[in-house]
């Protein structure tokens, strides 16, 4: 059974930093493109950072320049490290992971991170 499992969000003050991570397993990981996202309330879940199975990163407008996203293989891990956080950043943080080829998606449960200004 596949799971992803998040940990690392929590409260922070604006400026301050957390770092997310999201453990995979009963996947091969290295086969998987793994992605960052959000949900605050009231609003659309959407992308925050995704990287791909080759490491290659991609981060959306609002956070390039302070959040990165990492994998390690060895570890089945995908990490978000974000740096200078904001109120507007506060929302549900959820993993994903997206085969190659076929496209299948598994969702990791969430964690909540929430920064008070």
């Known amino acids: 059974q596949v799971q992803l499992v998040e940990s690392g969000g929590g409260l922070v003050q604006a400026g301050g930093s957390l770092t997310l991570s999201c453990v995979a397993s009963?996947?091969?990981?290295?086969?998987?493109?793994m992605g960052w996202y959000r949900q605050a309330p009231g609003k659309e879940r959407e992308l925050v950072a995704r990287i791909t199975s080759g490491g290659n990163p991609y981060y959306v407008d609002s956070v390039k320049g302070r959040f990165t996203i990492s994998r390690d293989s060895a570890e089945n891990t995908v990490y978000l490290r974000m740096n200078n956080l904001k109120p507007e950043d506060t929302a549900v943080y959820y993993c994903?992971?997206?085969?190659?080829?076929?496209?299948?998606?598994?969702w990791g449960q969430g964690t909540q991170v929430t920064v008070s200004s």
């Open positions: 009963a996947i091969t990981f290295s086969m998987y493109h």
């Open positions: 994903s992971a997206k085969r190659t080829i076929t496209a299948v998606t598994y």
